[in-house]
């Protein structure tokens, strides 16, 4: 079946680019599902950040869409996640989950990353 | 956008005792919600997904309802690996979660 693994820095300095990948195993990235980041902090709880389409098409959250870019490498099987700007607010377990062709529900999930904005 | 309010925050059940979990939609989804536990140090887990319908892997004591704005996630009767929180979803929105503890 499908599994995802997060990987990238666990610490970013405020002001600094957060950029986090999701390998995809056991399925295909152009498989017409849509890829998505999920963050979660106690302050804020679970918090959708965007979805992708192999073909490019997205949606972001719209209190995150002028910092957000999700962007899918074919060639990998994987997909990213870039967040300017970050401050002590963007702390979180960031998660990348699948999304079906209707964007309903979230599965499988990958385990998740901290990532701790902090100078 | 859609906000979802969940009930009650913390609920104190019995291994065996049923458990009903509530999440309220601030406008019509139709069927559109989802549930997911989450256990400490883990991901959620999907366990229901359009109001009523189990994920795979899901046991048949966990069971969904509901339609337009009131959805009811139930667990028929509680076992000790039950005890975790449960989020609904709809779309980009998340409730704020419902802790199932052991009294």
């Known amino acids: 079946q499908v599994q995802l693994l997060e990987s990238g820095p666990g610490l970013v300095k405020p002001s600094e680019t957060l950029s986090l990948t999701c390998a995809v195993s056991?399925?295909?990235?152009?498989?017409?599902?849509?890829w998505s980041w999920v963050r979660q902090s106690p302050d804020k709880g679970l918090e959708w950040i965007g979805d992708?389409?192999?073909?490019?098409?997205?949606y972001y959250n719209p209190s995150l869409k002028s910092r957000v870019t999700i962007s899918v490498d074919k060639s990998k099987n994987q997909f990213s996640l870039n967040l300017t700007s970050v401050t002590a607010a963007d702390t979180a377990v960031y998660y990348c989950?699948?999304?079906?062709?209707?964007?309903?529900?979230?599965?499988?999930w990958g385990q998740g990353t901290l990532v701790t904005v902090s100078s | 956008e859609t906000v979802l309010t969940q009930s009650p925050a913390t609920l104190s059940l019995s291994p065996g005792e049923r458990a009903t979990l509530s999440c309220r939609a601030s406008q019509n989804v139709n069927r559109y919600l989802a549930w997911y536990q989450q256990k400490p140090g883990q991901a959620p887990r999907l366990l229901i997904y359009d109001a009523s319908n189990r994920a795979t892997g899901i046991p048949a004591r966990f069971s969904g309802s509901g339609s337009g704005t009131d959805f009811t996630l139930t667990i028929s009767s509680l076992e000790a690996e039950d005890f975790a929180v449960y989020y609904c979803?709809?779309?980009?929105?998340f409730g704020q979660g419902t802790r199932l503890e052991i009294k």
């Open positions: 989950a699948r999304q079906g062709k209707l964007r309903s529900w979230f599965d499988p």
């Open positions: 056991g399925g295909s990235i152009t498989s017409g599902n849509w």
């Open positions: 979803q709809q779309r980009g929105a």
């Open positions: 992708m389409l192999q073909s490019g098409s997205s």
